[in-house]
């Protein structure tokens, strides 16, 4: 077969005369489009995933009249199949399934080359968060120049995902004249559900990838002792995420730069960082006791750890290791992708290393899809009032923020829309933690949902906490809460049920759904799963997978459902259900990402969803569990809410069992004189 040449350079003059005529400025290989682009296409990996720089054919910014300033990355090739490469949804496919990169397609398509360096653009500036990324390739047919042009758009909104714009054939729809229609066109342009929740896991992959990486480089090349990581990188992100009110800088991101590796008692890195870290603090207007206690928790780290000394290069591990965040960490913080970020920073570092006080401290945090799927049962919505007496890293207030703020986004006045997602996030979620690290996740998770952290209290929520607001404008008056979502300890009075009760005396109404061992009802939840039904209905008892803390802990759980404030009957029934089949393969592969340790292999999405309908008496679209859910009735003790407790298993034998047994038998009996035949054949 004859060499098809490429033509690229003929491409790429073609390219330039287009734009020429339209009058539209652009930028070459070699020329700078402005020092921020720049800085973030150094920064980004090579398009063959090395250090160093990335080099587009063309750039441009492209300017609205309102001032809205779009960057515009464009690759070109001289093939007709090197257009571009798709992957089986039909995205463009930069990413292997493992969220790795997939370099060789980045470097051979054009248009992969053209998302690879809009991505780095959205995720390594401040300043843009939207990029129009366009493949062009063209080739001889008939000796005639033939040209074919793919555009998409990549934003914050698309969570990063390129979405196709229009089939264009020239560059005129970037000309001034034709700008309104194209921004009429990426305005509309936004993910399905599906899509988000896809990208959502991609992102949460990509983000615990670079976490271990980075974990082990710290282990590994720093020695930095595990008890100052969690600390590290959760004050490096603060320092590093700035401020902005209104559209004007307040508090401005640390730059690399600014670490200088003086050695001064009031200059040196780690005081630069923590100067850094009180001035977002201040700014995002949390209680001084609060910034008090995250600021002594930090100086540990910055200050009295010493990680500020500097090699023989005069740099020092806190700049080394906060050049990894910057360019690794910080592009996926982003209040759209409602990420429990530091929850899944704890569970990476917690892989690694050995928790304080092992398995006494019972910090295993709830996996995402679980907390969404709790939300979901208690039927949150933009008027519910959410707690946690047992916060962790907030990952439960961070589900049920996210169905709230999609349930207002169906608010059609815009004023009155933001309003409600100012006061769901000011006023309608709560969570007690009192352990300081911990707490000091969930007030930096909050803060990066946008929240302020506001109430996020660090207490005991069992003797310190009396219910009410502790800042804002109803500080001293009670919450209101109407919705409780727990993951307790399990060593706990009753297996951790003495939360679940301290909480529902405080409440009036709404739901409860709790997860933990499940043998708290069977008896060691008592006596406070009796008391529980005094004045709460028991609505179901879920079985849990018994993998489902796969690698962090052994115990076999079960969520239980309550209608708060109406006394449990004895005629009520109860809806039993063994979930024990919930469609995900679980391992603990320890250098693994969640897309091995977790896979979905059996529709797992959609059997949470029909768990939901039942417990919601809701129409099913599918009918998984028909054979797995008891109706039953439960007593006034408190000791038998347990699925295995209400499941009638009939030992007498049918004609199908009988034929079964006879089946295995004669086939037992052929196989074993087939054994001793052979066996005398070669005596």
């Not at 398509?109 to 360096?117: C, F, K």
């Not at 069992?657 to 004189?673: E, G, N, P, Q």
Request: net charge negative.
């Amino acid at each position: 077969m004859a060499t098809i040449n490429s033509i690229e350079e003929q491409i790429e003059d073609i390219a330039k005369d287009w734009l020429k005529s339209l009058k539209i400025k652009y930028y070459t290989k070699t020329e700078s489009i402005n020092s921020e682009i720049e800085d973030a296409l150094k920064r980004a990996p090579s398009k063959s995933g090395g250090d160093g720089n990335n080099y587009p054919d063309i750039k441009l910014l492209v300017t609205t009249k309102t001032n809205r300033v779009i960057p515009v990355m464009i690759e070109v090739k001289g093939k007709k199949s090197d257009l571009e490469k798709l992957n089986e949804e039909g995205q463009v496919f930069n990413q292997d399934k493992d969220g790795k990169p997939n370099y060789t397609n980045i470097q051979k398509y054009a248009t992969n080359g053209a998302v690879h360096y809009s991505n780095a653009i959205i995720n390594l500036t401040d300043c843009y968060n939207e990029c129009i990324a366009i493949g062009i390739t063209g080739w001889m047919e008939n000796n005639e120049v033939k040209t074919k042009f793919k555009t998409y758009y990549l934003s914050d909104k698309t969570l990063g995902v390129a979405k196709i714009i229009d089939d264009y054939t020239d560059f005129s729809f970037l000309a001034q004249n034709n700008l309104d229609e194209l921004i009429e066109k990426i305005d509309t342009i936004d993910l399905t559900d599906e899509e988000k929740e896809k990208q959502t896991t991609n992102l949460e992959n990509l983000i615990e990838i670079n976490l271990k990486n980075l974990n082990q480089e710290m282990q590994d090349v720093h020695s930095i002792s595990e008890d100052y990581r969690v600390k590290l990188i959760s004050g490096l992100i603060m320092a590093g995420l700035g401020v902005e009110k209104n559209g004007k800088c307040i508090v401005s991101p640390l730059l690399v730069s600014d670490l200088k590796g003086e050695a001064g008692a009031k200059t040196h890195d780690g005081v630069v960082i923590l100067n850094k870290i009180e001035s977002f603090l201040a700014e995002k207007n949390l209680p001084e006791q609060k910034r008090d206690m995250i600021k002594e928790v930090l100086g540990l780290v910055f200050i009295y750890s010493k990680l500020y000394e500097t090699d023989e290069k005069n740099e020092s591990k806190l700049k080394k290791v906060y050049k990894k965040v910057k360019d690794e960490i910080l592009p996926f913080f982003n209040p759209k992708y409602h990420i429990d970020f530091t929850g899944r920073l704890f569970n990476v570092l917690n892989a690694w290393v050995k928790v304080p006080d092992g398995s006494q401290n019972d910090v295993v945090l709830t996996p995402r899809y679980v907390c969404e799927f709790m939300t979901k049962l208690c039927k949150v919505n933009e008027n519910s009032y959410v707690w946690d007496y047992a916060t962790g890293s907030a990952g439960f207030l961070i589900s049920a923020m996210k169905e709230m703020i999609k349930k207002a986004n169906t608010i059609s006045d815009p004023d009155k829309r933001n309003a409600k997602i100012l006061k769901i996030k000011a006023e309608q979620l709560m969570g007690i933690e009192k352990l300081p690290d911990i707490y000091m996740l969930a007030v930096l998770n909050m803060i990066l949902m946008g929240d302020g952290s506001s109430n996020i209290i660090h207490k005991n929520s069992l003797t310190e906490f009396d219910g009410k607001y502790e800042m804002g404008e109803h500080n001293g008056e009670p919450f209101p809460a109407d919705v409780f979502l727990l993951n307790p300890p399990y060593s706990a009075d009753g297996k951790g049920f003495i939360f679940v009760e301290k909480a529902l005396n405080k409440m009036n109404k709404g739901r409860a759904a709790v997860l933990i061992q499940e043998n708290a009802g069977s008896g060691n939840g008592l006596p406070f799963t009796s008391n529980i039904l005094k004045n709460n209905t028991l609505i179901a008892s879920i079985h849990m997978p018994n993998d489902l803390f796969c690698g962090k802990s052994s115990v076999q759980t079960a969520i239980y459902v309550f209608d708060v404030g109406i006394p449990h009957d004895e005629k009520d029934n109860v809806k039993f259900i063994d979930f024990s089949e919930d469609g995900y393969s679980r391992q603990n592969r320890k250098k693994s990402s969640q897309n091995v340790n977790l896979r979905d292999t059996n529709n797992a999405v959609e059997r949470y969803q029909e768990i939901v309908d039942i417990v919601l008496n809701r129409k099913k679209a599918t009918h998984y569990f028909d054979d797995f859910v008891i109706d039953d009735t439960i007593t006034l003790n408190g000791n038998d809410w347990t699925y295995s407790q209400h499941q009638k298993i009939d030992t007498v034998p049918t004609e199908k069992d009988f034929k079964k047994t006879v089946a295995d038998y004669l086939s037992w009996k052929v196989s074993t004189i087939l054994k001793e035949e052979n066996h005398e054949n070669f005596q």
